[in-house]
């Protein structure tokens, strides 16, 4: 327990759970870009983005000048841009990059997808279906349908991340299914089409069980998406996640592999 004048102290000071946290993450990931950690992966790597240039993401949020020269500085070290079921099922390069969005935040359409548009490259939004069908349930600043529809119509891979983005890793088991079997159904009679890819909320090991493994495959899934490549559970794809801390120092190593066996939230 933290003594009451040391909480005062950090109150005064302004040391919130939230500054501490970013500033240990800021820590974290200049150190392991500085420790030269590398392991390529042969089969390509999948991005995976949340927000850009909408500031209540927090350390999720990257900016759009940020963005655009994430992909600019990719093309000149010599990526090319897949889409991720290219990867996820064994088909990319050694110098193969997918970008992927999880959340569906409005930024993604006003600010991210026109920058993709202008360099032709392909890419996948994973939503949570209950925020769009009652967005009183989630938070401010998602995309509604009508949005979600014209990306889909525009080339957009869509995908799902469940219906209320919850921790698979502590629901029971009727809870678990229902998040991935109700999430694909609203997705399919929204769009026309069923999601054949699933991305993990939180995306940890933790958060995700074998039960889980299971439930969604028998729901339909053909591909599941996870986060740090050396930890992710048994069947899942991983994916390496892109913070407001990442300059190109730090955006150079996560190409390289610096932070594969590295979990946001640990």
Not at 90 to 112: K, N
Not at 168 to 195: C, H, K, N, Y
């Amino acid at each position: 327990m933290i003594p009451a004048p040391v909480k005062s102290l950090a109150r005064t000071v302004g040391l919130t759970r939230p500054r501490v946290a970013a500033a240990r993450m800021a820590c974290e990931r200049t150190t392991l870009a500085l420790a030269r950690r590398r392991r390529a992966l042969p089969g390509g790597r999948i991005l995976c983005y949340h927000s850009v240039g909408q500031p209540e993401c927090g350390v999720n949020d990257v900016a759009p000048g940020r963005f655009r020269h994430q992909i600019e500085r990719a093309l000149r070290l010599g990526y090319r841009f897949v889409p991720a079921a290219a990867i996820a099922e064994g088909r990319g390069g050694a110098r193969d990059l997918a970008i992927t969005f999880d959340d569906g935040w409005h930024s993604v359409l006003s600010a991210a997808a026109p920058i993709l548009r202008d360099y032709g490259i392909p890419w996948t939004l994973f939503i949570v279906a209950g925020w769009l069908d009652r967005p009183e349930t989630g938070p401010r600043g998602i995309l509604d349908w009508r949005a979600i529809e014209a990306l889909a119509a525009a080339g957009v891979e869509i995908g799902s991340h469940s219906v209320t983005h919850p921790d698979f890793g502590r629901l029971d088991t009727d809870r678990t299914v229902e998040e991935l079997v109700v999430s694909r159904a609203i997705i399919a009679r929204r769009l026309g089409v069923a999601p054949a890819s699933f991305a993990i909320p939180l995306g940890q090991s933790m958060n995700w069980t074998p039960f889980a493994q299971q439930a969604a495959r028998e729901a339909g899934y053909r591909t599941l998406y996870a986060q740090a490549e050396e930890t992710k559970p048994e069947g899942t794809v991983g994916r390496t996640f892109v913070t407001c801390f990442d300059h190109d120092l730090i955006f150079q190593a996560l190409l390289r592999g610096a932070f594969d066996a590295w979990e946001e939230w640990v």
